[in-house]
């Protein structure tokens, strides 16, 4: 092999190197297997409270927004909520082969491309422990960017519109999980608060 030949590939298989190192090599493990919660459980006026709170007190947060962002709005919601003593995490939801999630919403425009709805491959939010009436503990989604207040996870799955979708749950930490359970770290608050900016930008641009 030549001196060229063997230059390239070392190249391409650095490359390969610097990409591959950004997910964890963790087992996937069983994708519906409910994430452990340790720690003291919110009443449902907890969740609400901390669902308005992001809803009404994070303008940097796009909620508004949602073409895109879940995993950066996902990981500012659980990092201030783990600041406050909360336990929480994550839940993933994958769009079955052929399809996409589907989602009506104010927040695109009605005519086309959008139709008044968004459509995702993967979507992402923070999940929190919430103690019920009957004394069961539940885990409650924390979506301001596609409902009302918080909600089970069966709801928010069947809001996406895809039956035959598969979830996952997980800690707070990965910034974003692919469907086979490879995982990418946190890059950090700059990194983050340019996607933010970038994100609000984006929304501008597509308007009210």
């Given amino acids: ?7 390239i590939l070392d190249a ?7 990409v591959t190192s950004l997910f964890t090599s963790k087992p996937v ?3 519906a297997a409910s994430c452990p919660l340790k720690g003291k459980t919110l009443t449902p006026e907890q969740a ?3 669902f308005d709170h992001f809803k009404d007190k994070r303008p940097d947060i796009p909620f508004n927004y949602p073409v895109d962002c879940c995993y ?8 201030e909520m783990q600041a406050a003593g909360v336990p929480c995490g994550k839940v993933w939801n994958y769009a079955s082969p052929g399809n996409a999630l589907t989602v009506p919403t104010k927040n695109v425009p009605a005519s086309p491309p959008y139709n008044g709805q968004v459509k995702w491959g993967y979507h992402v939010a923070p999940i929190v422990p919430v103690t019920q009436p ?3 503990v539940q885990n409650m ?12 996870v069966d709801k928010w799955k069947a809001d996406q519109n895809d039956p035959n979708s598969t979830s996952a749950t997980t800690g707070p930490d990965p910034y974003y999980r692919d469907p086979s359970g490879k995982e990418m770290p946190d890059p950090g608050d700059t990194s983050v608060k340019q996607t ?13």
């Fill in 1 to 7: 092999m030549s001196d060229l030949a063997d230059s």
């Fill in 12 to 18: 391409l298989k650095s490359a390969w190197d610097a």
């Fill in 29 to 31: 493990g069983n994708p």
């Fill in 48 to 50: 609400q409270q901390w």
């Fill in 72 to 79: 950066t709005r996902a990981r500012e919601m659980d990092k």
């Fill in 134 to 136: 009957d004394g069961s």
């Fill in 141 to 152: 989604v924390i979506d301001p960017s596609m409902e009302s207040g918080p909600v089970t």
């Fill in 196 to 208: 933010l900016d970038d994100h609000r930008a984006a929304k501008a641009a597509l308007g009210p």
